[in-house]
């Protein structure tokens, strides 16, 4: 029997429906404030309380708890109206009625929708990893406890993570951190590719290397092996087949947008739920946003972005004019004490200049991508004090040239006489 959840037509305020209890959710929930006009409810899958997902990392290896990284409690949601209706499933979205029909039989009406569901990871399809036991992805809070009970119940686990991004290396170190021997294998030659170059990139396998991780770079998963778990990894690895062994696999090679709710009700889709500058859907009443939503045809996996949408959507939400348009992004890593921040390009094109510093037994490394004396790439590795006056800088698209001689090292002030000897300049 469907049970129906409506409110009585005297009530003052319009129904606000979120699906989905992450991330952009407590951020669009947090940018409403206490005064928005809004009855709220959150229908979340997960069992739990909204997480700090980007804190999964230390949770995996026991460096944090999950009442740490918890950051709202009851009392929060109470003061901005808001309902959260946890291990709350949603089957169906019927837009003609402005309903959601949910696993358990409950009918929940809306005014507005906001479809924030996330994504998963993207698991590829090899031979046996979707026969095999031991194999997982790193993206919920479901996928940290599982790891830990396997590394628990095998001390000295031989993992193997595929895929060295930010949220491969992460998973790498959270499982060394249990005990796990780790093999880090990515297909390109240079570690976190879309931020980081081979410099900066050896400069990180070092630190991985100090932690006990191994890294194979050109490596190329063919197939896992084993009878009902896995034992190993073919690779292909130089142009030549090579076997790792492996009593568990973990995959980070990229995210799936969840879009199924949205696709089966009809509204427009691409690799994600597509939306305008308002984060709107084709449905008027329907907005989607985070890591399922798809803008000019990017998806989105890192904070900034699903932060600014938030604020943007939180703007709308109360009848203000705010469009959405994608922020200048701060990839930040902290591995054995190197900090990495990377923002903008990688690597220089045609036309533009690199200025770089590079101190190898310090760890540091420096790389600045000038064009038209404006900065459109920053990486630093190790000393990263001026990251800040760094992204403002390049999100401002202020003209630099007149800091050039101290760029990198105190960009901050404007002295002639401290230009370093160790400066080189690289013209693309």
Known sequence: MIRATRMKRTEARRRLVIVGNGMATESLISRLGTDHGWS????????????????????LGEETDLDAITPRDDAWYRARRVTVSLGKRVARLDRQRRCLY????????????????????????????????????????????????????????RAVVVGAGLLGVEAAVGLRRLGADVTLVHRRPVLMNRQLDASASSLLEA???ARGIRVRTGC???????????????????GAPRTLPADLVVFATGITPNRELAQAAGLECGAGV?????????????????ECCEFQGNTYGLVAPVQEQASVLARVLKG??????????????????????????????????TLWLSDPQAGVYKKLIIEDGRLRGVLLVGDVRHSQWYFQTHQSD????????VLLTDPSRDDDESTPADVSVDVA
Not at 111 to 133: C, Q
Not at 338 to 350: K, N, T, Y
Not at 398 to 405: P, T
């Open 102 to 157: 949910c696993d358990d039989g409950e009918r929940v009406d809306y005014d507005t929708l906001v479809i924030a569901t996330g994504a998963r990871s993207s698991m590829p399809p090899l031979p046996g990893v979707a026969e095999l036991d031991g194999v997982s992805g790193f993206r919920s809070l479901h996928d940290v406890e599982r790891l830990r009970g396997w590394s628990r119940a095998r001390p000295g686990v």
């Open 398 to 405: 202020r003209d630099v040239s007149a800091l050039r001689d």
């Open 274 to 290: 597509r939306v305008d500058s308002a984060l709107r859907t084709s449905d008027p009443h329907v907005h989607a946003l985070g």
């Open 207 to 209: 630190a991985l290397a």
């Open 40 to 59: 709220v409810r959150v229908l979340g899958e997960e069992p739990v309380r909204h997480y700090n997902r980007i804190m999964l990392s230390p949770l």
């Open 320 to 353: 203000q004019r705010a469009r959405y348009r994608d922020p200048s992004l701060v990839t930040r890593l902290k591995v054995s004490g190197l900090d990495i921040h990377s923002m903008g390009q990688v690597e220089a094109v045609a036309g533009q200049q």
């Open 220 to 238: 190329d998963p063919k197939r896992l092996l084993g009878d009902t778990s896995v034992s190993a990894v073919e690779v292909e690895e130089g």
